[in-house]
T-cell receptor
Framework: AQSVTQPDIHITVSEGASLELRCNYS??????LFWYVQSPGQGLQLLLK??????LVQGIKGFEAEFKRSQSSFNLRKPSVHWSDAAEYFC???????????FGAGTQVVVTP | DGGITQSPKYLFRKEGQNVTLSCEQN?????MYWYRQDPGQGLRLIYY???????QKGDIAEGYSVSREKKESFPLTVTSAQKNPTAFYLC???????????????FGEGSRLTVL
């Protein structure tokens, strides 16, 4: 079955440290790839997306993600986290650009002082 | 400002009652979606509509119904047939096809439904 996997349910990181969130997908073709962030009780906000071209994608809030076809991965990174980065992060894939996204289960990020 | 408005933000329902969640967008988007969010499960697609007067079932449509009579509006009814309706419901819209926002979903702030 086609799926999106975020292996880490919960990550704790110190403020100023680097952050990497993992995402793997199992689709035959390269899907459209997204990372969204959700603050508690809120909707989701798009951080970045990959459709084609350069495999390193820059997003908002200092985030970047790298698409690796050989590993079917689209990991999200930030060099130095801020307390405001504490949130839940979702990886998602879309097969046909029509917005019927398949979401991973999410990774909860906690930032400590 | 353009965006998506969901109401109510919080809703309580007794078992056996139907409830309708409102979703309105002024982004002029063709497509609209309803997702359900449960802890540890990510978001799951309930229904989607790519054009007015047309909608399709998503992965978990049982116990839900929708209508799309206007481009701006996509209400979701949670019926008494939904066995476990307590959840956070998110409405989204998009403008599929080519362009800067291809495939990008714009989300409302959600409605939390609790069945008592």
């Amino acid at each position: 079955a086609q799926s999106v996997t975020q292996p880490d349910i919960h990550i704790t990181v110190s403020e100023g440290a680097s952050l990497e969130l993992r995402c793997n997908y199992s689709y035959g073709a390269t899907p459209y790839l997204f990372w969204y962030v959700q603050s508690p009780g809120q909707g989701l906000q798009l951080l970045l997306k990959y459709f084609s071209g350069d495999t390193l994608v820059q997003g908002i809030k200092g985030f970047e993600a790298e698409f690796k076809r050989s590993q079917s991965s689209f990991n999200l990174r930030k060099p130095s986290v801020h307390w405001s980065d504490a949130a839940e992060y979702f990886c998602a894939v879309d097969l046909d650009s029509w917005g019927k996204l398949q979401f991973g289960a999410g990774t909860q990020v906690v930032v400590t002082p | 400002d353009g965006g998506i408005t969901q109401s109510p933000k919080y809703l309580f329902r007794k078992e056996g009652q139907n409830v309708t969640l409102s979703c309105e967008q002024n982004l002029n988007h063709d497509a609209m979606y309803w997702y359900r969010q449960d802890p540890g499960q990510g978001l799951r697609l309930i229904y989607y509509s790519q054009i007015v007067n047309d909608f399709q079932k998503g992965d978990i449509a049982e116990g839900y119904s929708v209508s799309r009579e206007k481009k701006e509006s996509f209400p979701l009814t949670v019926t008494s047939a939904q066995k476990n309706p307590t959840a956070f419901y998110l409405c989204a819209s998009s403008t599929p096809g080519t362009g800067l926002h291809t495939g990008e979903l714009f989300f409302g702030e959600g409605s939390r439904l609790t069945v008592l």
